[in-house]
């Protein structure tokens, strides 16, 4: 019962493989709608996996960080940007160098028992991404990044701590585009250093 419901929500494997919003993104002046502001620093925000151990965005240093952030109605609007990220990661240099911070808005699922239900259900999928995915139970790191409810959420953070890319919806061609080329280029900037 619960289980069938949770498929949807635990579909973040982003960097394993998944099959019209405003963005910001570098040399852009638009900002993207309740996210920071492209060049600002990264969000104060903490987020738990599925066994309690806090992961602060603070303490991400000296690689960039891609956060997802995308609740079980919002988790198939980004798949083809998914898809584009696990083409990216074939090889280890991507999944050892990204900080990849995937989160599941589960404020929906704060109650006994669906909350062991989808705790089992983050754990299998996490295991199967071969990537930890977050939980956001309460809201909490929802409201710390500024993300809306309801919708997919990027936010790409420099090895700097800086915000290069926020979005919310959909990603189009060209934004996926941008997203690959920033990541590319962090990449290539901690080799280089």
Wanted: with cysteine; net charge positive; glycine share 10%.
């Amino acid at each position: 019962m619960a289980r069938a419901a949770l498929a949807g929500t635990v579909s973040l494997a982003v960097f394993a493989g998944a099959g019209a919003g405003s963005c910001a993104g570098i040399g852009s002046v638009r900002e993207a709608q309740a996210l920071g502001l492209v060049g600002t620093l990264r969000p104060a925000a903490q987020v738990i996996d599925a066994d309690g151990h806090t992961l602060d965005l603070r303490a991400v240093n000296g690689k960039p960080m891609l956060v997802l952030y995308e609740d079980q109605e919002s988790a198939k609007l980004n798949d083809a940007f998914k898809a584009d990220l696990a083409h990216l990661a074939k090889g280890d240099r991507y999944r050892s160098s990204v900080a990849l911070v995937p989160v599941a808005d589960l404020q929906s699922f704060d109650f006994w028992p669906a909350r062991g239900f989808v705790k089992d259900a983050i754990r299998s999928e996490s295991k199967k991404a071969g990537t930890t995915i977050y939980c956001d139970w309460d809201g909490a790191f929802q409201r710390a990044a500024g993300f809306k409810r309801g919708t997919s959420s990027v936010l790409l953070v420099g090895r700097n701590a800086r915000i290069l890319f926020a979005f919310e919806g959909a990603l189009g061609k060209s934004e996926r585009d941008t997203v690959i080329a920033l990541l590319r280029s962090e990449v290539a900037a901690e080799g280089g250093s």
